[in-house]
């Protein structure tokens, strides 16, 4: 399924075909401005899964991914100061991720092949590189830091592509990690079935998402800046998380809170408020954020704010998936997080 396909007339539920339930939100502003048109997030009446309505077409999708969405984009060039922030905050996010894969269980990534899908600015791919004996492998539809990548790090293997179409080693990879991407897959089921695919037995797949049935997201409101409509295409919650993860096959399956972006986002409650405030004032377009004027004494009171926020249950979910040995058992429970 992709998006602008005809299952974008579909009524009910994307996962379980159930009925189609309540609205949760509804809003025409997203991390980036205003939308060509308000959009909604159903939600499933059987098993709660959540997708946006109307299903946006290619060409919508298309629109939103301009050369100003965070995912591609960082501060303004001529702004030095803000440029070197957002890249140590970049690496400050990449070496949490590499820590969380030992906390979670997976194990230390070197001497591992590692295959990062839509690996963004490559900070993580770069912290795999440092790491001794790792093959890191990075996939992504596009990138304009892919000539800096491989000058930096000529080790890194870059495809592009998407899941569905790139050509890649059939079990070939000990670890598989989507950070912030499922929600972006039409089908996230077969994207995690293609993942699995890819891993060796044994292996693990590791995918990070916005939480949106969290207590952040519903003190927030239709203002959240994990809805990010239409480009976050599926939301996700404990439950549907690890729903999505069994029906893809794996084993072990295990979804714990914790949120990689945190030095990028600044506080989800604060960037939530921001968003809220630029639709208030009817302005179209987001402003760049500063991350240099964050850097002083002010990021105390920032680290505060974030405090409160984990205490709230935080603003991601993360699942840890095994694919089984051949011939043997499930992989035992790995530690708590």
Not at 67 to 72: F, Q, V
Not at 229 to 250: D, I, K, Q, S
Request: aromatic share 6%.
């Amino acid at each position: 399924m992709s998006p602008g396909s005809d299952a974008a007339e579909q009524r009910g539920c994307r996962l379980c075909g159930g009925p189609q339930g309540r609205t949760v939100v509804r809003c025409n502003f997203n991390l980036t401005g205003r939308t060509a048109r308000r959009y909604r997030v159903c939600e499933c009446g059987r098993c709660g899964f959540r997708w946006v309505d109307p299903w946006p077409t290619e060409a919508e999708l298309a629109a939103c991914y301009a050369a100003d969405y965070p995912g591609y984009a960082g501060a303004s060039r001529r702004q030095a100061a803000a440029v070197r922030s957002a890249a140590r905050r970049s690496q400050q996010v990449a070496r949490y991720r590499r820590r969380l894969l030992r906390t979670l269980g997976v194990g230390e990534v070197a001497g591992r092949r590692i295959l990062d899908v839509g690996y963004g600015n490559g900070a993580f791919l770069l912290e795999l590189a440092r790491q001794p004996f790792t093959e890191p492998w990075g996939l992504d539809i596009t990138s304009d830091c892919e000539a800096e990548l491989r000058r930096q790090a000529p080790q890194v293997r870059l495809v592009r592509g998407t899941l569905a179409d790139a050509e890649l080693p059939a079990e070939a990879f000990d670890v598989v990690t989507l950070w912030h991407v499922l929600e972006h897959t039409a089908d996230p089921v077969a994207a995690l079935r293609r993942v699995r695919d890819l891993l060796r037995p044994g292996g693990w797949v590791v995918a990070e998402v916005p939480n949106s049935a969290g207590l952040i997201a519903r003190l927030c409101g239709s203002a959240w800046l994990g809805w990010d409509l239409p480009r976050h295409l599926v939301h996700f919650g404990p439950g549907t998380l690890r729903a999505v993860a069994r029906r893809a096959g794996y084993e072990a399956v295990r979804v714990v809170r914790a949120y990689s972006l945190e030095p990028l986002s600044l506080s989800p409650l604060l960037a939530s408020l921001a968003m809220a405030g630029q639709r208030l004032r009817g302005r179209p377009r987001m402003k760049r954020v500063a991350y240099h004027r964050w850097d002083g004494p002010v990021r105390l009171g920032l680290a505060g704010v974030n405090l409160l926020e984990r205490l709230l249950g935080g603003n991601g979910l993360v699942l840890l998936g095994h694919k089984r040995r051949r011939g043997g058992s499930a992989a035992g429970r790995p530690p708590a997080a």
